[in-house]
T-cell receptor
Framework: EVQLVESGGDLVQPGGSLRLSCAAS????????MSWVRQAPGKGLEWVAS????????YYVDSVKGRFTITRDNAKNSLYLQINSLRAEDTAVYYC????????????WGQGTLITVSS | DIVMTQSPDSLAVSLGERAAINCKSS????????????LAWYQRKPGQPPKLLIY???TRESGVPDRFSGSGSGTDFTLTISSLQAEDVAVYYC????????FGQGTKVEIK
């Protein structure tokens, strides 16, 4: 069974930093693109970042470029999101999601981890 | 970015009746070289993460009941639940993957 378990969400002050983790199991992690998708309170889903199987290609939504960094450790079956210079608008549940083998839809999701940015 | 707009924002349907959710993209998401529409649908039940229902606009994901169907092409798409069940109460999202992924704002389906 595919499992994705996020951790690392917290209450953080504006300008702070945080590192999210996603532990994957039940599939060949190194064989899949992986992504982060977020949902702010009362808002819709927003794709945040994606990373290629070997970690060389990475893509970000414009609003997080330069502040967020997606990485992975295939030996540990883990995905990460380093978030710097946090803003109030980054408040959201962050989901780890597995991208389909061939295209940019998401066929497995974690339960999510909440980041709240507030002073 | 391609903007996805869903309608209605919410709808209430009686058990056993048909529910239809519309999704419109700001530009065509039909790729001419393979004649495929780059659209997916998800279901998000309260307290749960999104679940993939449909991709390529009309292909059901494995295990999804056949009362769920997707249709449309180009810029206009529809998710239909042919006979609404109590367990279908959820928010439904469309997503385009023609370019960097973007989602619709969601449609909340409730029981009338």
């Amino acid at each position: 069974e595919v499992q994705l378990v996020e951790s690392g969400g917290d209450l953080v002050q504006p300008g702070g930093s945080l590192r999210l983790s996603c532990a994957a199991s039940g599939f060949t992690f190194s064989g899949h693109w992986m992504s982060w998708v977020r949902q702010a309170p009362g808002k819709g889903l927003e794709w945040v970042a994606s990373i290629e199987e070997d970690g060389t290609e990475k893509y970000y939504v414009d609003s997080v470029k330069g502040r967020f960094t997606i990485t992975r450790d295939n030996a540990k079956n883990s995905l990460y999101l380093q978030i710097n210079s946090l803003r109030a608008e980054d408040t959201a549940v962050y989901y780890c999601a597995r991208r389909n083998d061939f295209q940019n839809w998401f066929d497995a999701w974690g339960q999510g981890t909440l980041i709240t940015v507030s002073s | 970015d391609i903007v996805m707009t869903q309608s209605p924002d919410s709808l209430a349907v009686s058990l056993g009746e048909r529910a239809a959710i519309n999704c419109k993209s700001s530009q065509s998401i039909l790729y001419s070289s393979n004649n495929k529409n780059y659209l997916a649908w998800y279901q998000r039940k309260p307290g749960q993460p999104p679940k993939l229902l449909i991709y390529w606009a009309s292909t059901r994901e494995s295990g999804v009941p056949d009362r769920f169907s997707g249709s449309g092409s180009g810029t206009d798409f529809t998710l239909t639940i042919s006979s609404l069940q109590a367990e279908d109460v959820a928010v439904y999202y469309c997503q385009q993957f023609y370019t960097t992924p973007t989602f619709g704002q969601g449609t909340k389906v409730e029981i009338k």
